[in-house]
């Protein structure tokens, strides 16, 4: 059973920084895409990052780029999300998930696991 745990989620000011962490166990391909999701109240769920552990690979949503950075650890079920200037648009849930490949990785699909998200909420 594939199970994905989010942690590291909190409450800080515009310009700040929080970075998330995401441990999965379960999920057998030797690699895979992992990624960052996030959805605000009243609105859609939405990529903001992803990793192809193969090559280490990144992709990111334009929104974030050159503010976020993701990242694997040492154990390569074991997923980051480094936020800097974090802004109050960022305030939402963030959600790890993994499926086999990074094609369309920002399309939520149904062949992603999911974790149960964090709560990261940015005031201004």
């Known amino acids: 059973q594939v199970q994905l745990v989010e942690s590291g989620g909190g409450s800080v000011q515009a310009g700040g920084s929080l970075r998330l962490s995401c441990a999965a166990s379960?999920?057998?391909?030797?690699?895979?895409?992992m990624g960052w999701f996030r959805q605000a109240p009243g609105k859609e769920r939405e990529g903001v990052a992803a990793?192809?552990?193969?090559?280490?690979?990144?992709y990111y949503a334009d929104s974030v780029k050159g503010r976020f950075t993701i990242s694997q650890g040492n154990a390569k079920n074991t997923l980051y999300l480094q936020m800097n200037s974090l802004k109050p648009e960022d305030t939402a849930m963030y959600y790890c998930a993994v499926k086999r490949f990074c094609y369309s990785w920002y399309v939520v699909q149904e062949d992603y696991y999911w974790g149960q998200g964090t709560q990261v909420t940015v005031s201004s």
């Open positions: 379960g999920y057998t391909p030797l690699y895979y895409c």
């Open positions: 990793i192809y552990t193969a090559t280490g690979s990144t």
